[in-house]
């Protein structure tokens, strides 16, 4: 391996760093030994047949005997040098649309003359990507760290009512000794989702690791930094509730979450795609599917089919997570909001698309503070509570209750609410329920809005709702949010007349009342 003088000492940190299951490129990175020497070190260990725990209770001299002053490499020691160093390239490039092992075969072939034949090549593939699998466990010590981290793929429903597809996010977390693996759909990355995945996970485990590792993710992160990173008060408190440690990888460095980061493209194989042909209406219903598809793959063996997943984590690891505590974790969000004049709060947190809930009209124009978490949305004023609702997820739609309510209004509402409007408008078409739905932006409560949405609803009664359906989309043409308006159209079948291009050139339709310049002459 050279004429030059051997460092033993170094040698030895070589070899220490890889039997503590340090890469080859993060070996090279520390003692300054090129990848291509260290690769020649783990080949002759190969050949000789020792562990590197073996090799490294030997002295000096035997070392330098195995390592240093055997006979030069053979054809094969070569071959199987040369197929590592183009490995790295093949496991990129497999992964490029369009891009085969035979095409592979080729370029190998044109850079290694001698190298494997194709049968041979495919074989060592195989043989490499069984080795990534096995060494994913072991990464740290039982019971020492889980990893998270969310596929880029997302997996998603159909909403029964609306028809609308959703998104949802698969959360991956995975115990860094064991490998033992948790997959939840999430509704989204919001704070609130991730922090109820991650208590689910501990749930699941039946114990709670040191440290969690998360992604420089925005619903775990405030500030990323390589040494003390600013993590949002929600993850704070559920690692203080569960007495772990919090770390975060490294912006751009996903060796730092190995196994999570290998455990992503096996879900892809093992839970996505024996679901890909199914079609879901919540994502509980995927939950339902996964579960079994997560306990074949923690049950699955090894390559060297003796132990699995969940072998490991039962032996080794699970008697080494703290208890749980005797309480699990609620997820509370928190957020200060004014009352505004139609007696509701709008709650809109870290991507939640909306909703109003109502409070005692007593409180317009005060600050209040709203608790909620997925299910209860409760509101405080001055620390009494004054107001608690379900937790709703329909976008621009109000929750109200009729003793929050003035009199004068109940006796308007009649038993009616902004919900009951808005439904009506559906049913007539989108046009007609955007219309509404501007129409109460101005105040969901005011007794004028309310008759203007009843007066709009009723001229189903005398045109059809085809007609007020081309009326409403007219008027949102022009801008002009009025019952007069919709009434005006219908009576003139203007609704008829084609839309003009540029709404700034056209006029509004006529109106009775407008008196004209020849009234003042």
């Known amino acids: 391996m050279g004429n030059k003088p051997i460092n033993m000492q170094k040698f030895r940190q070589v070899l220490t760093l890889l039997n503590q299951r340090y890469s080859k490129r993060e070996t090279a990175s520390i003692t300054g030994v090129h990848r291509s020497i260290i690769d020649k070190y783990i080949l002759r260990l190969q050949f000789s ?35 590592d160093f183009f490995y790295e390239y093949v496991h990129k490039e497999l992964n490029r649309v369009g891009v085969t092992r035979q095409l ?31 060494s994913m466990v072991h990464s740290c010590a039982p019971g020492e760290l889980m990893q998270v981290d969310f596929a880029g793929k997302k997996m998603s429903w159909i909403d029964s009512d609306t028809g609308e597809i959703i998104q949802g996010e698969t959360l991956i977390i995975t115990l860094g000794y064991s490998g033992l693996t948790y997959v939840e759909v999430l509704r989204s990355q919001r704070q609130e989702d991730f922090v109820e995945g991650i208590r689910n996970s501990l749930i699941y485990f039946g114990g709670v690791p040191g440290s969690l590792r998360v992604d420089n993710l925005k619903s775990g992160v405030i500030k990323s930094d390589r040494y003390e990173p600013v993590f ?54 995927i939950n339902q599917e996964i579960e079994p598809l997560q306990k074949e793959h923690n049950n699955r063996p090894y390559q060297d089919g003796k132990r699995s997943r969940r072998i490991i984590f039962e032996q080794d690891e699970k008697n080494v997570l703290k208890p749980l505590p005797e309480h699990h974790f609620e997820v509370k ?28 009209y007593q409180y317009v124009t005060k600050t209040v503070q709203v608790i909620f978490d997925k299910n209860v949305v409760e509101i405080f004023h001055e620390y009494k509570r004054i107001a608690i609702h379900p937790r709703s997820q329909r976008t621009g739609r109000y929750s109200t209750l009729k003793l929050h309510m003035p009199e004068n209004h109940q006796a308007v509402a009649n038993g009616m609410d902004p919900e009951q409007l808005i439904a009506r408008a559906q049913a007539i078409g989108p046009q007609t329920e955007s219309f509404i739905k501007q129409l109460l932006e101005r105040g969901a409560f005011c007794q004028q809005n309310f008759k203007s949405c009843q007066g709009v609803l009723a001229l189903v009664k005398k045109y059809t709702a085809i007609r007020v359906e081309q009326a409403a989309e007219r008027a949102l043409h022009y801008k002009t949010i009025q019952y007069t308006i919709i009434k005006n159209i219908l009576d003139r079948n203007l609704d008829q007349a084609p839309l003009q291009p540029d709404p700034q050139q056209t006029s509004l339709p006529f109106n009775d009342q407008a008196r004209g310049a020849s009234y003042y002459k």
């Not at 850079?111 to 990534?132: A, H, M, V, W």
Request: with cysteine; aromatic share 12%.
């Open 232 to 285: 949002n008060n929600l993850l704070t408190e559920l690692a203080n509730h569960y007495g772990m440690s919090l770390q975060a990888a490294r912006p751009y460095k996903p060796k730092d979450k190995p196994l999570v980061e290998r455990h992503v493209q096996i879900v892809y194989q093992r839970i996505y795609a024996p679901l890909r042909n199914k079609t879901f209406h919540s994502a509980r219903k």
């Open 333 to 360: 969000m928190r957020k200060k909001v004014k009352v505004q004049k139609n007696y509701h709060v709008w709650l809109s947190y870290d991507g939640d698309p909306g909703h109003y809930y109502s409070v005692p």
């Open 49 to 83: 047949g020792l562990e590197l725990s073996q090799a490294l209770l030997m002295d000096d001299e035997e070392l330098r005997e195995l390592f240093f002053d055997s006979p030069q490499l053979t054809v094969e020691e070569k071959r199987r040098i040369d197929f």
């Open 104 to 134: 592979l075969h080729k370029e190998y072939l044109e850079k290694y003359p001698s190298g494997y034949r194709y049968s041979q090549f495919c074989e060592r593939i195989l043989q490499r990507t069984k080795q990534e699998d096995v």
